[in-house]
């Protein structure tokens, strides 16, 4: 039982570049969260799927995309890479049921550092 | 919208020291809270939580904290902390997704 992994754990892009930051849990959950942490500002939602077949944004999505590939797997997808996503990313998932308040614990990953030069 | 305010950015503490770690939030309905904590390198671990019933909530190392309606606080206490208890903590609040708080770096110094 692995819970949540985060591939790459660290990644270097140049401006414009466009990566992929891959997210799996095996825990059967049905939620799954992308949030960037910088300093100073906590964890901010990037965006989230309540449930497989199902995303809708957080609190800043602009910039990114994501895909639920089925209830394991949730991606990010940073389309033209600039500065100011230079961030530490983490995935986290939760049993949550759709549509209820947030109750349950969020299981979190060990996070991507990435860095746009 | 609902806010989560923590108090102090960082809070340095003596070993075998107490501390309180200070959270505030803003919601005009019920909610759930959360401590979240965070070693380096690591990510986020959940302490403690309070859904109903007990205001005062306490996790297995020894960290409480008090749900205070009135005052909307939800500060994390620990009556004698220890070099490994250093780490960022993270209050959070929920309705239908988990708002966190800037954070706090507890240094405990030996």
């Known amino acids: 039982n692995a819970g949540v992994t985060q591939t790459p754990k660290f990644q270097v892009l140049k401006t414009g570049q466009s990566m992929t930051l891959q997210c799996a849990q095996d825990?059967?959950?049905?939620?799954m969260y992308w949030y960037r942490q910088d300093p100073g500002m906590g964890l901010r939602l990037i965006y989230y799927?309540?449930?497989?077949?199902?995303?809708d944004k957080g609190e800043v999505p602009n910039g990114y995309n994501v895909s639920r590939l089925n209830k394991r797997e949730f991606s990010l997808r940073l389309e033209s890479a600039a500065p100011s996503q230079t961030s530490v990313y983490f995935c986290?998932?939760?049993?949550?049921?759709?549509?209820?308040?947030?109750?349950?614990?969020?299981?979190f990953g060990p996070g991507t550092r990435l860095t746009v030069l | 919208a609902q806010s989560v305010t923590q108090l102090d950015s960082q809070v340095p503490v003596f070993e075998e020291a107490p501390v309180e770690l200070r959270c505030n939030y803003s919601?005009?309905?019920?909610?759930?809270l959360f401590w979240y904590v965070q070693y380096p390198n690591q990510g986020l671990q959940l302490l403690l939580k309070?859904?109903?019933?007990?205001?005062l909530v306490e996790s297995i190392n020894g960290f409480e904290a008090e749900f205070n309606k009135s005052q909307t606080s939800f500060h994390l206490r620990k009556p004698s902390v220890h070099i490994s208890d250093t780490a960022e903590y993270f209050c959070?609040?929920?309705?239908?997704?988990?708002?966190f708080g800037a954070g706090t770096r507890l240094a405990v110094h030996p």
């Open positions: 986290a998932s939760s049993l949550n049921v759709p549509g209820t308040t947030v109750s349950d614990e969020q299981f």
């Open positions: 825990m059967n959950h049905n939620s």
């Open positions: 799927s309540a449930s497989e077949g199902t995303t």
């Open positions: 919601s005009s309905v019920s909610v759930y």
């Open positions: 309070y859904l109903s019933g007990s205001t």
């Open positions: 959070a609040v929920s309705e239908k997704k988990l708002i």
